[in-house]
Nanobody, 120 residues
């Protein structure tokens, strides 16, 4: 019912930048939250940042000041601008949305993930 397509991952040197995008499609009535999680090998999935309708943003302390999250409500797309990347930012990044579809309450949907590798 809700499809998420991520793009923008890849290999970058430490100190570089990448921009991730995630476009949502389907029979979406409302997107109450859009954001990003990441999971490094051997670690649990953790929140990177999210933005709810109205603009309130949550950013993890580990990336605060380096990463910025934004969303385009018309395009149903969320972005993650990652600057001054560090090797410890290496992970699979997953798009997450909380969406309402007709006939259902809001629930989580996940993208397939995009790999970000930061070399030292």
């Amino acid at each position: 019912q809700v499809q998420l397509v991520e793009s923008g991952g890849g290999l970058v040197q430490a100190g570089g930048s990448l921009r991730l995008s995630c476009a949502a499609s389907g029979s979406i009535f409302r997107l109450s939250s859009m954001g990003w999680f990441r999971q490094a090998p051997g670690n649990q999935r953790e929140l990177v940042g999210s933005m709810i309708t109205g603009g309130t943003t949550t950013i993890a302390d580990s990336v605060k000041g380096r990463f910025t999250i934004s969303r385009d409500n018309v395009r149903k797309t969320v972005y993650l601008q990652m600057n001054r990347l560090k090797p410890e930012d290496t992970a699979v990044y997953y798009c997450n949305v909380v969406a309402e579809v007709p006939g259902d309450v809001g629930r989580d949907y996940w993208g397939k993930g995009t790999l970000v590798t930061v070399s030292s």
